[in-house]
């Protein structure tokens, strides 16, 4: 991410995190603000600007630090060093959050959260395992503070606990010779790269984040794959179909014996659609009223029986390929 300019609380310059940050932007417009919740410039504009949004950064302090409990891949989902993304999925959950607001927020009260985190594993009976990726793509986000070098070190030295993250980004050189100690898990979101195109603009190709999966697990991080989210266009069988046979061909051997596979459908809404539509107004339509039906709060779904049916039909194509224990859930 190249930001244009930073939206930044002054007391954000009081941490370290910021310091290094001001230092690193000194060349970029600094506009101070009351909140990073709450920025009017930004709030009062147009969707269309949604795309230029996304090339701003904004610089605070987390002050939510409530855990969540998780029935997935994690105990906790976890609030953590970022929110928002500078990627332009057309589905992206967080534009239901934040709506067009949904740019990249750092977060420079790193020690604070790990502080907690590290006491609430230690408290535990057993291993907790906290997703602290689930409001943001901290491989991104690492690209400019280094956060997960950080953590992961850190998070390292305790004698509990797993940390986890999911990413559509191949940009994990950095992490490969960390001392982890096997307690940190990333989880590699894949689509069809003719999804990856159209869709999740801004992310990384389906080759290079396979490569970034085999290269973790060979580090000897605990690894997994999303297939995520299902989007079902034109030829979508043939595409998913085509997606795991490229998977069970390219990922290494060690890779595919130890993923666990989360298979997700994308859910969308009416607010991403209104932005989709002033934003990128030549960008693939995701709605379908013959496919999906709306929800409470403003969301679509796919229809009953086209769900069924291509829940069938990728345990099928899964099973010839993997294992089916390997699959973790399907929602």
């Given amino acids: 991410m190249q930001p244009d300019k930073i939206f930044y609380e002054p007391s954000a310059l009081n941490y370290e995190l910021g310091k290094i940050l001001r230092n690193q932007y000194k060349d970029l417009p600094w506009i101070p603000i009351e909140s990073h919740n709450n920025i009017p410039e930004l709030r009062n504009s147009s969707n269309s600007e949604f795309a230029q949004m996304k090339r701003h950064l904004i610089i605070g ?28 999925c057309l589905y992206c959950y967080l534009v239901c959050h934040y709506n067009k607001c949904s740019y990249l927020r750092l977060f420079v ?16 009976d057993g291993d907790l395992t906290f997703e602290i990726g689930s409001n943001s793509d901290l491989v991104l986000e ?18 509990k606990g797993f940390i986890t993250f999911p ?19 990333i989880r590699v979101s894949v ?13 990384s190709s389906l080759r290079n984040r396979i490569n970034a999966l085999n290269k973790m697990c060979e580090a000897g991080y605990k690894v ?61 339509e995701l709605y379908d009223q013959k496919l999906m039906t709306g929800r409470g709060m403003g969301k679509y779904f796919y229809r009953t029986p086209l769900r069924a049916d291509a829940e069938s039909f990728l345990k099928d194509e899964i099973g010839k390929q993997f294992d089916l224990s390997k699959i973790m859930y399907i929602v």
């Fill in 109 to 124: 009260n790193r020690e604070q959260m790990l502080d907690k985190l590290m006491k609430t594993a230690n408290k535990s």
């Fill in 61 to 88: 302090v987390r002050k939510t630090h409530r855990y969540v409990p998780n029935y997935k891949s994690s105990d906790f989902l976890v609030p953590y060093t970022s929110s928002g993304c500078s990627a332009m």
């Fill in 167 to 185: 990413t559509k980004f191949d940009n994990v050189d950095s992490l490969l010779n960390l001392n982890h100690r096997g307690r940190t898990i």
């Fill in 142 to 159: 690492n690209t400019i503070t280094s956060n997960l070098e950080w953590t992961i070190e850190n998070f390292g030295k305790n004698e």
């Fill in 224 to 284: 997994g794959l999303l297939i995520a989210p299902i989007v079902l266009i034109d030829n979508w069988k043939r595409l998913y179909a085509e997606l795991i046979t490229t998977l069970a061909n390219e990922l290494s051997e060690k890779t595919k014996k130890e993923i666990l596979i989360e298979v997700i459908f994308m859910t969308y809404s009416y607010v991403q659609r209104a932005i989709n539509n002033e934003a990128f107004p030549n960008a693939t």
């Fill in 191 to 203: 689509n069809p790269q003719e999804i990856i195109n159209k869709i999740e603009l801004g992310t």
